[in-house]
Protein backbone atom coordinates (compact mmCIF):
# COMPACT_ATOMS: atom_id res chain seq x y z
CA UNK A 1 0.00 0.00 0.00
CA UNK A 2 1.36 3.27 -1.21
CA UNK A 3 1.09 5.86 1.93
CA UNK A 4 1.87 9.81 1.21
CA UNK A 5 2.40 12.46 3.81
CA UNK A 6 2.60 16.00 3.67
CA UNK A 7 4.35 18.81 5.06
CA UNK A 8 4.76 22.52 5.21
CA UNK A 9 1.33 23.95 6.25
CA UNK A 10 0.97 26.81 8.50
CA UNK A 11 -0.25 30.44 8.91
CA UNK A 12 0.90 33.05 6.99
CA UNK A 13 0.22 36.61 6.12
CA UNK A 14 -1.32 37.71 2.83
CA UNK A 15 1.74 38.33 0.45
CA UNK A 16 3.65 35.95 2.28
CA UNK A 17 4.64 32.28 1.06
CA UNK A 18 4.59 28.68 2.25
CA UNK A 19 6.10 24.99 0.61
CA UNK A 20 4.50 22.26 0.80
CA UNK A 21 6.60 18.77 0.35
CA UNK A 22 4.53 15.32 -0.16
CA UNK A 23 6.64 11.90 -0.45
CA UNK A 24 5.37 8.50 -1.36
CA UNK A 25 6.21 5.75 0.61
CA UNK A 26 5.92 1.57 0.08
CA UNK A 27 5.98 -0.90 -2.62
CA UNK A 28 5.89 1.74 -5.57
CA UNK A 29 7.36 0.64 -9.26
CA UNK A 30 6.62 4.06 -10.84
CA UNK A 31 4.46 6.69 -10.53
CA UNK A 32 3.18 8.54 -13.30
CA UNK A 33 1.25 11.64 -12.24
CA UNK A 34 1.79 13.49 -8.75
CA UNK A 35 -0.67 16.78 -7.67
CA UNK A 36 -2.33 18.83 -5.25
CA UNK A 37 -5.90 19.71 -4.86
CA UNK A 38 -7.44 21.87 -2.15
CA UNK A 39 -10.98 21.58 0.09
CA UNK A 40 -12.83 24.20 2.06
CA UNK A 41 -15.35 21.55 4.45
CA UNK A 42 -18.70 21.47 2.69
CA UNK A 43 -17.14 22.07 -0.63
CA UNK A 44 -15.54 19.93 -3.64
CA UNK A 45 -12.13 19.30 -3.75
CA UNK A 46 -10.38 21.04 -6.36
CA UNK A 47 -7.23 21.09 -8.75
CA UNK A 48 -4.17 23.35 -8.51
CA UNK A 49 -1.81 21.67 -10.25
CA UNK A 50 -0.78 17.99 -11.03
CA UNK A 51 2.74 17.12 -12.85
CA UNK A 52 3.27 13.92 -14.94
CA UNK A 53 6.19 11.71 -15.23
CA UNK A 54 7.09 13.43 -18.35
CA UNK A 55 4.61 15.57 -19.37
CA UNK A 56 3.29 19.11 -19.01
CA UNK A 57 2.57 20.78 -15.60
CA UNK A 58 -1.08 21.99 -15.41
CA UNK A 59 -2.02 24.59 -12.89
CA UNK A 60 -5.77 26.08 -11.68
CA UNK A 61 -6.58 29.40 -12.91
CA UNK A 62 -6.60 30.86 -10.03
CA UNK A 63 -2.84 29.91 -8.81
CA UNK A 64 -1.16 30.15 -12.26
CA UNK A 65 2.03 33.00 -11.88
CA UNK A 66 1.67 32.26 -7.93
CA UNK A 67 2.38 28.50 -7.13
CA UNK A 68 5.21 26.04 -8.76
CA UNK A 69 4.92 22.42 -8.44
CA UNK A 70 8.01 20.12 -8.86
CA UNK A 71 9.12 16.54 -8.02
CA UNK A 72 11.78 14.98 -7.54
CA UNK A 73 11.78 11.34 -8.54
CA UNK A 74 14.70 9.94 -6.32
CA UNK A 75 12.63 10.98 -3.46
CA UNK A 76 8.97 9.70 -4.86
CA UNK A 77 8.41 13.47 -3.59
CA UNK A 78 6.21 16.33 -4.46
CA UNK A 79 6.47 19.72 -3.94
CA UNK A 80 3.99 22.76 -3.99
CA UNK A 81 5.55 26.98 -3.72
CA UNK A 82 3.37 28.82 -2.69
CA UNK A 83 4.08 32.69 -3.43
CA UNK A 84 2.14 35.68 -3.28
CA UNK A 85 -0.10 33.86 -0.84
CA UNK A 86 -4.25 35.37 -0.50
CA UNK A 87 -6.74 34.78 1.57
CA UNK A 88 -8.93 33.14 -0.56
CA UNK A 89 -6.11 30.27 -0.60
CA UNK A 90 -6.95 29.28 2.82
CA UNK A 91 -8.07 25.61 2.13
CA UNK A 92 -7.03 22.32 3.55
CA UNK A 93 -4.28 21.18 0.79
CA UNK A 94 -4.05 17.46 -0.41
CA UNK A 95 -1.51 15.84 -2.33
CA UNK A 96 -2.07 12.63 -4.99
CA UNK A 97 0.28 10.11 -6.22
CA UNK A 98 -0.80 7.50 -9.43
CA UNK A 99 1.21 5.21 -10.26
CA UNK A 100 2.15 1.22 -10.15
CA UNK A 101 3.05 -0.61 -7.19
CA UNK A 102 5.68 -3.53 -7.19
CA UNK A 103 2.94 -5.90 -7.47
CA UNK A 104 2.11 -4.61 -10.66
CA UNK A 105 -1.29 -2.67 -9.34
CA UNK A 106 -2.14 0.32 -10.08
CA UNK A 107 -2.49 2.63 -7.08
CA UNK A 108 -4.57 5.75 -6.51
CA UNK A 109 -3.26 7.56 -3.01
CA UNK A 110 -4.36 10.42 -1.09
CA UNK A 111 -2.61 12.43 1.57
CA UNK A 112 -3.99 13.18 4.86
CA UNK A 113 -4.13 16.95 4.33
CA UNK A 114 -2.03 20.49 5.44
CA UNK A 115 -3.86 23.26 6.75
CA UNK A 116 -3.31 26.39 5.12
CA UNK A 117 -4.25 29.41 6.13
CA UNK A 118 -3.96 33.02 4.99
CA UNK A 119 -4.39 36.25 7.29
CA UNK A 120 -5.47 39.70 5.69
Known amino acids: QVQLVESGGGLVQAGGSLRLSCAASGSIRSISTMGWYRQTPGDLRELVAT???????NYADSVKGRFTISRDNTKNTVYLQMNSLKPEDTRVYYC??????????????WGQGTQVTVAS
Open 96 to 109: RAVGVQGDYTRFNS
Open 51 to 57: MPSGGNT
